[in-house]
Structure formats: C-alpha cells, structure tokens
T-cell receptor, first 113, second 112 residues
Framework: GENVEQHPSTLSVQEGDSAVIKCTYSDSASNYFPWYKQELGKRPQLIIDIRSNVGEKKDQRIAVTLNKTAKHFSLHITETQPEDSAVYFCAASVVQGAQKLVFGQGTRLTINP | SAVISQKPSRDICQRGTSLTIQCQVDSQVTMMFWYRQQPGQSLTLIAT?????????ESGFVIDKFPISRPNLTFSTLTVSNMSPEDSSIYLCSVAGITEAFFGQGTRLTVV
C-alpha cells in the first residue's frame, strides 16, 4: 500500500522567513496530495492541495509543488507569521478524490517572533 | 463543505470496557472514514464505513476490536471494544467531498 514519508519532524524559523516541508510517497498511482494544518486540540484543516495533473499551486503565502517523477511534493510557506505555528501533515490518496488518505508523520512548525 | 459533529468530545474509560463514538454529518455521503491519532502521532485510517454493507478495515484493525455501524447516509458509529491503555488516542471521523476531506472535531479517549 501507499507510504508517505515527511521531513523534517520539527522546524523552527524566524518570523518573516520561509518554511519548507517535504514529503515523498511510494505509490505512483496516487493522484491527490493535500496538506493539513492542525492546531493544538483541534481538527485537521485543509490549507492547500494539489492533484497529479498539476505541478505547482499557490494560495497567497502558501504554495505546494509536486514532482511526479521523483514522487515527492513540498509545502512552502513564505513570510511566516506566529499564527503559522502548528503541526502540518501531508497526505496522499490513490483513490478518487480525497478518500482514504495516507498521512505523513507530521511536522511541528514553530515561528519565533 | 460538510459539517461533522462527533460525540463525545472526550472520555475517560476503565480498561476492559467499550466506548461508542457517534458521528453525524449535515449532508448525505456515500462513505465515511474513521481515523485514529495516537498521542503526538499522525492520523491512521481505521476503516471505511459504507451504508448498507460491512465496513472495510485497514491492515492492523479488526472488526471485533472496532465494530462500526452505518445505519444511514448521515450517521456512523465506531466502538472501541475491550479497551486497554494502548487505545488512548483521538478518534476522528471524516467524509470526503468532491474536492477535499472534512474532519470531525475528534474524540479524545483516555483509558485508565
């Protein structure tokens, strides 16, 4: 089955700097790659996603890139702010749409003021 | 979007007992998903709940331990049976929309 590896497990950056989190997946049939942000004690919230027919997607300060050949995708957050501090999860799905997600291990991002 | 309500939000249970978690969605959905998030860990899919048929379990999860009901298109329950401290986790239900997956707020279970 699908396996998703996420790095780093923890990341600390200065406010205003950029943060990059990387994930690799094993199943070349995976076609949907979302990123979730989970604040302490709260449910995961989708922040951005990308499908296998697209190489890059951007939404304001957040961008995701996908390299299907290398089977990896990355989350880029620019101009980081204290409210970006949270745990971020990447995921992949081989099933149509957002069903049966396989999650990475998570990255605890801390933005230092 | 979908609004998902889970009950209870948290519970402390004695080992050897069972807890049933309820998940209600504000719209009809074909499939509902149950995930487990162990302390400080990622989310792992337990099973897919289909209306009118038995749930489909992922590797490492069995029906005797995690029986699931799906009586209609807006509701599902997950039971954690014969609990041990290792079952202490957050359990989340989820539905997949056309473009994204939505999660309930989770049930934080502590087994003592």
């Amino acid at each position: 089955g699908e396996n998703v590896e996420q790095h780093p497990s923890t990341l600390s950056v200065q406010e205003g700097d950029s943060a990059v989190i990387k994930c690799t997946y094993s199943d070349s049939a995976s076609n949907y790659f979302p990123w979730y942000k989970q604040e302490l004690g709260k449910r995961p919230q989708l922040i951005i996603d990308i499908r296998s027919n697209v190489g890059e997607k951007k939404d304001q300060r957040i961008a995701v890139t996908l390299n299907k050949t290398a089977k990896h995708f990355s989350l880029h957050i620019t101009e980081t702010q204290p409210e970006d501090s949270a745990v971020y999860f990447c995921a992949a799905s081989v099933v149509q749409g957002a069903q049966k997600l396989v999650f990475g291990q998570g990255t605890r991002l801390t933005i230092n003021p | 979007s979908a609004v998902i309500s889970q009950k209870p939000s948290r519970d402390i249970c004695q080992r050897g007992t069972s807890l049933t978690i309820q998940c209600q969605v504000d719209s009809q959905v074909t499939m509902m998903f149950w995930y487990r998030q162990q302390p400080g860990q990622s989310l792992t899919l337990i099973a897919t709940a289909n209306q009118g048929s038995e749930a489909t379990y992922e590797s490492g999860f069995v029906i005797d331990k995690f029986p699931i009901s799906r009586p209609n298109l807006t509701f599902s329950t997950l039971t954690v049976s014969n609990m041990s401290p290792e079952d202490s986790s957050i359990y989340l239900c989820s539905v997949a929309g056309i473009t994204e997956a939505f999660f309930g707020q989770g049930t934080r279970l502590t087994v003592v």
